[in-house]
């Protein structure tokens, strides 16, 4: 069943959005060769407590963690660890916060130090990509829109598009109705209604789209050990278009 939102709510998970959002412009500073993942999820963990949220991942069926910290060809749910980041490397930190009920999910894709012409291409085609999707989140259109919109973009710079992990919707829980995929035909799917709240977090790789999963039944990477790129933001469909719930408003920073 889809939840539909009302405007207070929507003003409640953008308040969380924010407190995501800044929790990344923190973690923007932080990332460096040499600096860990652990110390990454160590700073997540206090800063949420800090403002009086909750880390939603921790104990979501079994998964221990704040954060999920995917490196190079990790596609998502990489485990935070101690192993020091390396200068070319490229990691992508996913979080959901609940801030009083309220849920945000959004990841970003960081460099390490200098990176190769072709991991900033992966970075900066994933991001605008993502832009893509959320243009299509208006009344009437489809989710096979927003699907479509993504994969275009990707293929047409060379891109594949990762099909076994997709977005979803979010609020009151973590993981809602309906699913949000990041491939997909136009006009085809669910109509997009006022008052829907949905994650659109494509996964791009460099090479083949299809992934593997870790022993550890978490930590998907890609097949061939090309690298991977995600990014992803919270958003509500309105009647003026989407907004956006876990983009950093300049007046809110802090």
Known sequence: MIQLKSQNE??????????????HQ???????????????????????????AIPEEKGFEGYQFATC????????????????????????????VNLNGAMSDSAWSYAVGDISDEAKH?????????????????VGNRLGDIGYAIQKYAEDRGLSVVREFVGHG??????????????????????????????IEPMLNIGDWRAKVD???????????????????????TKDGPEILTALDVTDAH
């Open 10 to 23: 929507i003003a409640e998970m953008k308040k969380s959005g924010q407190l995501l959002a800044q929790a």
């Open 26 to 52: 923190h973690i923007k500073s932080m990332i460096r060769p040499g600096v860990t993942t652990w110390e990454i999820e160590e700073f997540v963990n206090e800063f949420l407590e800090k403002h009086g």
């Open 69 to 96: 910290a995917s490196v190079n060809d990790e596609i998502c749910h990489g485990f935070p660890n101690k192993k020091a980041l390396k200068n070319g490397d490229i990691v992508t930190i996913d979080m959901v």
């Open 122 to 138: 992966l970075l900066k085609t994933t991001e605008e990509a993502l832009y893509e999707g959320i243009k299509q989140s208006v």
């Open 170 to 199: 979010i609020g009151p829980t973590m993981h809602e109705d309906p699913p949000v995929a990041h491939y997909g035909r136009p006009g085809r799917g669910l109509r997009l209604r006022e008052g829907m709240t949905i994650t």
């Open 215 to 237: 022993p550890n039944g978490w930590t998907a990477r890609t097949v061939d050990g090309s690298l991977s790129a995600q990014y992803e933001h919270t958003l509500a469909i």
